[in-house]
């Protein structure tokens, strides 16, 4: 690939997940380009961050932006507006919401990684889920949504090319964007997990931020009517319910360092997953240690889950579909190597190769299609 002058933009850097993980291998893939952020939280950075260069906006100097950075979501179309990118080649974009919506200059290629079309403009309730805001205000807020809505579409129909991070994420981006964008799937730090010598212990497992529409409490109230033990890792708002409908063999640990998690998954008779997810990297880390998944049928458990090889599905998001298939689980025989074989195809490094194929794809495009328009100018 020619040398390029690159910039990185992504929404926000004020959360660790897998959409930071993703900013993480793109400054790995381009470590001299800066990144631009509308904000960011220096104690939450993840460490392979810390050495890049970061721009914020104005919207960092707002008086406790970092804790209610939901309730400002009308200010950041126009913060992303106000990013200078000026003498870049290549902007790469990591966008669940406003990073498509960067400038550029004239000649500039624009390379969009979409996690999810604006969960807020053409989701709302969901993203509004478990934030304490007035009724009145909520009403006025998701009126808002019907221009957000075309700022979004605008945007992304802008971008240069638009890549998705899954199939349902390319179903929504059809459905609300009218584009037939490419998958890639987002990289999975597979070398930080191992297979493990000792036989699994008899837990089931959930790691995951504890918020209500993950759904964690089918695995809470399952285990419960099965009397199965569930190690729960993870915080959040959701918790103090979930204890509330927790027997007693469901223990919750809170949250844990990488090294205790590994060991958990490593030890574990199978992950459950039982929300909707774009995609959904935990499961296939728990694969990488050679352990299965019981998934709810939907969203990006179906690009990740091969039924009766790395994990079973669950047709209904009840405590009785997911009983049913927890009770027959050790009805199959699990091959460890097979499965982390699987989660070996979503590396990081078939990330990154995927992605400079890509770009270098439409590098040469561009170039044919400048080479046209010369050809056509000398007529």
Known sequence: MQKLKVAIV???????????????????????????????????LMPELQDAVIHTTWMQRIPGILHRFKLFFWLYPFAVGSMRLKGYDLILSSSSAYAKGVRKERGALHVC???????????????MEGVQVPGA?????????????AWDRRNSRQVDRLIANSTAVKERIRQWYGMNAPIIFPPVEIRRFGISDEAPE????????????KRIDLAVEACTKLGHKLIVIGDGPDRARLEQRAGEGVVFLGRRSDEEVVGYMQRCKALIFPGI????????????????IVAYREGGALDTVLAGQT?????????????????????????????????EKFGEEVFMEQLYSSIDRLLQSKEREAKITQAEGSW
């Open 10 to 44: 992504h929404d926000y850097l004020n959360q660790m997940g897998g959409a930071e993980r993703v900013v993480a291998v793109l400054h790995k893939m381009f470590p001299e380009a800066p990144i631009y952020t509308t904000i960011i939280d220096r104690d939450k």
């Open 113 to 127: 990684y979409c996690h999810s079309p604006m969960r807020f403009a053409w989701n709302f309730e969901s993203y």
């Open 137 to 149: 205000l909520k009403r006025v807020a998701k009126w808002l949504t019907l221009p957000l809505q």
């Open 202 to 213: 008899d837990y089931f497992l959930v790691v995951s931020r504890l918020v209500s529409y």
């Open 277 to 292: 997810e774009d995609f959904g990297i935990t499961p296939l880390e728990v694969n990488a240690c050679g352990r299965p």
């Open 311 to 343: 994990g079973l599905f669950f047709e209904a998001q009840t405590v009785d579909s997911l009983a049913d298939v927890l009770s027959r689980l050790d009805e199959y025989e699990w091959n460890p190597s097979r499965i982390r074989q699987h989660a």
